[in-house]
């Protein structure tokens, strides 16, 4: 009843894990885009920023739209929303490329929508590459094409994703973002719950002195197992929705392989129901756990080492990483979803998932059994 009678957990029980997913998904649908404005300060007037400028332009991705004297206005632009970013040549361009000396190109991107930074960024350096190796062949001498070609590029490659064979941020990031998500509206539903019992005590207590209650063993284990069923129904369906459903509806690299993926995913959501119950005995207040949960949101992406490479995240942050749920099962539902791993390949996060699931179970208990109620 706690649950449909309050709105709040309402929307992070049933609005937030169906519409985030939704949202979030179409904002990195396109998984690319073109044509992003970008805004020119040129101080060096020369022959090879203008030519820079013009491979620049020619790009799919960019396109040169505002000429500015100096970095604030370029960066007014970018202020206004009719630039993304912006491409500076200091006034010692020409003079260090002459001189065959190392030359430098300034860009600085809008980091507010991933897709317009990689954009500019990949952009920019492709045009440096480019550039760099016909000054290089034109220093080398007057040899043929063929020579420049290996001068330039003694080893050829082709640089072919595997996986990711969009090289776009949704097949990049998506994934982790739907498991995290789970994690997270269990997080504030449970806590609200939590937050809103708490005052409801505190005002009663208020109003009349009632006596404490003792809680049996029995009793304790009945309310926990009654608290987490109820969230286990419910969160099985947005989790088939969110990590099933919505991959599909918008095109995402999915190669999971239904059995492995359920009994992957089993763990990691009876994990952070049990999670959710311990970690509920620290809200006081209802509105507080919105702001703990939506700030570390970001956080736990990160030190999950899927936006952010797992080698160069340091120990100490890496040991925090390892009390969330969140942390090995994006990692699990990474390689399933993006690489069609099996169960076996997962193995020791899905091993991990299981001793979290049994520690927090154990916390979740004791905390239920310790905290006593007044009775009205």
Request: aromatic content about 12%.
């Amino acid at each position: 009843m706690a649950i449909v009678k309050d709105e709040g957990v309402l929307l992070f029980f049933v609005f937030l894990p169906i519409a985030y997913p939704l949202l979030y998904s179409w904002i990195y649908n396109n998984e690319v885009v073109r044509d992003v404005p970008v805004a020119v300060v040129d101080n060096s007037h020369s022959s090879p920023s203008r030519e820079f400028i013009k491979k620049m332009d020619s790009t799919p991705d960019v396109s040169i739209a505002y000429y500015c004297k100096s970095l604030p206005e370029a960066q007014e632009l970018i202020g206004q929303g009719k630039a993304y970013g912006i491409l500076y040549f200091p006034s010692d361009f020409a003079l260090k490329t002459g001189r065959m000396e190392q030359a430098h190109v300034g860009v600085y991107c809008d980091m507010s929508y991933m897709l317009t930074y990689k954009a500019i960024l990949q952009s920019a350096t492709t045009v440096s590459g480019v550039m760099g190796a016909e000054i290089q062949a034109r220093l080398s001498g007057p040899y043929t094409h063929r020579d420049e070609e290996i001068g330039t590029k003694p080893v050829d490659f082709d640089d072919v994703a595997i996986f990711n064979v969009t090289g776009g941020y949704g097949n990049f990031i998506i994934p982790g973002v739907l498991v995290l998500i789970i994690q997270q509206a269990l997080l504030l539903g449970v806590g609200m719950i939590a937050g809103t019992r708490r005052e409801r005590h505190r005002m009663r207590e208020r109003e009349a002195d009632t006596a404490i209650e003792p809680r049996t063993l029995w009793g304790s284990t009945s309310i926990l197992l009654g608290r987490s069923l109820a969230y286990l129904m419910i969160f099985s369906v947005m989790l088939a929705w969110i990590t099933l459903i919505v991959p599909r509806l918008f095109g995402f690299v999915s190669l999971v392989h239904g059995y492995d993926l359920l009994m992957f995913l089993l763990p990691y959501l009876l994990a952070c129901i049990a999670f959710a119950i311990t970690a509920s005995t620290l809200v006081r207040y209802r509105e507080s756990v919105i702001l703990v949960v939506v700030f570390t949101s970001v956080p736990l992406l990160f030190i999950s080492g899927v936006s952010w490479p797992q080698s160069n995240i340091p120990s100490v942050w890496q040991g925090v990483s390892w009390m969330f749920p969140s942390t090995f099962a994006i990692r699990g539902f990474v390689r399933m979803s993006s690489m069609g791993a099996l169960l076996e390949d997962v193995r020791p996060e899905y091993i991990v998932l299981w001793i979290q699931t049994i520690i927090y179970t154990i916390t979740a208990f004791i905390v239920t059994h310790l905290i006593q109620y007044r009775r009205a």
